[in-house]
C-alpha cells in the first residue's frame, strides 16, 4: 500500500504518557521523581502518576505477580523525555549522576537532538533529551539526517547546567517526545505502523530499525530488532503497559478507526480511547488531545 495524505495522522499527533508495569512501585516511584525530576501528580496504592506541571508522562502501575522481561523478546527500547531547553535537561541529568550515577548509559548527538540514555531500576530503558530547531534539521529525499555522534556529558553540563535550571526543575515544562520500541521484524513493523496506523518513514538503519512520525517530526515513534529480532508476541510481563498517542480532535480519532477496521485491526472504542495491539501485543492507545 501507498500511504497517501488522507491516510496520514493529523500532522499535530503527539505523544501521551507511557504506563509501565512494575514490581516495585515505590523504588520506581523514587527515581522517576528523584532521578528523572517527575512531580507526582496522583498516588494510590497500586498506580502512581508522574509528569510536569500537572501533564501526565509516566505512569507507573504495581504488577508484582508478573515477571521482568527477557531482553530480547517485544516489548520498551525507551521513553524518551523531551525537554524545552538545554539547561532543563542538564539539570535533569544533574539529579541522575547525583542520585542515581550507575543508571547512565550513554549519550549521543544526533544532529536533530542531543540525548542521553539511562536505565530505571527495572532495567526500563529511559532517554532525556533536547531538540535543536527544526531549521536546522536536514532533510534529503523525504528522509531526516539523524547520526549517532559522541557527546560529552560532562563538556555539555559544564556548558548548560545552571542553578536556577536546577532549582526550578519540577516546574519546567517536558513532554513524551518519542517511545522507542523493541520488535520481531522491522517490515512488518513498517506494514502496521505506517501502512496501517498512518505514521510517514523519516529515517531506516537497513533492516535492523524504523523511524517514524506525524507531521514532519523527527520521529514520534521508532522501533529496532538489534536485541528482538525474530521475537514473536510478548508474554504479559514487567516493562511496557501502554504507548499513548493524542490526536487533535474526535474526527480524527474516527478516521483513525475506521482506517484500523478497514485493515481488521481489532479496537476497542469506548467513546474516549481507542484501543488496540501492534503485531508484537504491544498496547496502544489513542484519544483526543485536552
Partial sequence: MTTSTQEL???????????????????????????????????????????????PLVILELA?????????????????????????????IYSVATRYPGTF?????????QAFYFSDPEGNGVELYWDRARTEWS???????????MLDPNAFMREHLSEQAVQEAHQRAATVGHVHLQVGDIAN????????????????????ALFVSAGGYHHHMAMNTWNSAGAGPRPKSLGLGTVRLELPSSDDMGELDERLTH?????????????????????VEVSVRG
Fill in 139 to 149: 532533510w534529503v529525499h523525504g528522509r531526516v539526517e539523524m547520526d549517532t555522534l
Fill in 189 to 208: 513493523a513498517k506494514r502496521f505502523y505506517v501502512d496501517k496506523l498512518g505514521f510517514e518513514t523519516t529515517a531506516t538503519m537497513g533492516t535492523q
Fill in 64 to 92: 508484582p505477580e508478573l515477571k521482568h522481561a527477557s531482553r530480547r523478546q517485544a516489548g520498551l527500547f525507551h521513553t524518551a523525555i523531551l525537554f524545552e531547553t538545554q539547561a532543563d535537561l542538564a539539570a535533569a
Fill in 9 to 55: 495522522l493529523a500532522a499535530d499527533t503527539s505523544m501521551g504518557a507511557v504506563t509501565l508495569l512494575v514490581g516495585d512501585l515505590k523504588a520506581m516511584t523514587a527515581y522517576y521523581r528523584d532521578a528523572v525530576t517527575l512531580s507526582v501528580i496522583s498516588e494510590a496504592p497500586t498506580r502512581v502518576v508522574m509528569g510536569r506541571n500537572n501533564l
Fill in 263 to 283: 485493515y481488521d485491526v481489532a479496537t476497542r472504542n469506548d467513546g474516549a480511547t481507542l484501543a488496540f495491539e501492534d503485531p508484537w501485543l504491544n498496547r
Fill in 105 to 113: 548509559t550513554g549519550s549521543a548527538d544526533h544532529l536533530v537532538s
